[in-house]
């Protein structure tokens, strides 16, 4: 079955320690990008990649970092985790053509205290 | 700087009626627009996109673009309970050569189909 997997769904953690949530696609697509959602604010960008070890900032890249060593997988990194990261994250994906759609992981829903 | 404009909501339609959903934006290199569902606490779902002007039609779901007026619309059909949900329009504007991905989400709308 064609998918986004994140992992892990939940995950609460408390200021400052570091933490990194997977996300891995089965479906050859070069494009994947990390958001994060908040109540009011919609759906906000934190980083994209356009294939293997081509990385760039989103629209709040602030306080993580993100790697594409490998096509299938684009993780995410929080260094030291602050209350104000505290949301729901989605991975998405898509193939490299402009109409294309992103397809959506199922989200992780992160609280930092 | 780049706006999706959706009406928050929430939208109450009795289940059989007609649900239309409006989405603005304010690109006018926008080229292609996405229409997602979302329950809470879960993923956005892919309903429909389109990329020409006119009616795209699939099932119970019909998409409309307007690109002079800088419009997008969703109507669904014969609403059902299962269709209560928030619905995202998404645009993007296309860049040669790779780049930015821009795509850029409303805030989404809230519709809630009464039994």
């Known amino acids: 079955e064609a998918q986004v997997t994140q992992n892990p769904r939940y995950l609460i953690t408390v200021t400052g320690k570091k933490l990194t949530v997977t996300c891995s696609q089965n479906?050859?697509?070069?494009?994947m990008s990390w958001y994060r959602q908040d109540p009011g604010l919609g759906l906000r960008q934190i980083y994209y990649?356009?294939?293997?070890?081509?990385?760039d900032k989103g629209d709040v890249p602030e306080g993580y970092k993100v790697s594409r060593k490998e096509k299938r997988n684009f993780p995410l990194i929080l260094e030291s985790p602050s209350p104000n990261q505290t949301s729901l994250y989605f991975c998405?994906?898509?193939?490299?053509?402009?109409?294309?759609?992103?397809?959506f992981g199922n989200g992780t829903r992160l609280t930092v205290t | 700087q780049k706006e999706v404009e959706q009406n928050s909501g929430p939208l109450s339609v009795p289940e059989g009626a007609i649900a239309s959903l409006n989405c603005t934006y304010s690109?006018?290199?926008?080229?292609?627009f996405f229409w997602y569902r979302q329950y809470s606490g879960k993923s956005p779902e892919l309903i429909m996109f389109?990329?020409?002007?006119g009616d795209k039609e699939d099932g119970r779901f019909t998409a409309q673009l307007n690109k002079a007026s800088q419009y997008v619309s969703l109507l669904i059909r014969d609403s059902q309970p299962s269709d209560s949900a928030t619905y995202l329009c998404?645009?993007?504007?296309?860049?040669?050569?790779?780049?930015?991905?821009?795509?850029?989400f409303g805030k989404g709308t809230h519709l809630i189909i009464q039994p």
């Open positions: 998405a994906s898509r193939t490299d053509s402009n109409n294309s759609p992103l397809h």
């Open positions: 389109i990329y020409s002007n």
């Open positions: 479906m050859n697509h070069e494009y």
């Open positions: 998404a645009v993007r504007r296309w860049y040669s050569g790779g780049g930015a991905d821009g795509l850029t």
């Open positions: 990649s356009m294939n293997v070890e081509v990385t």
């Open positions: 690109d006018r290199g926008s080229q292609s």
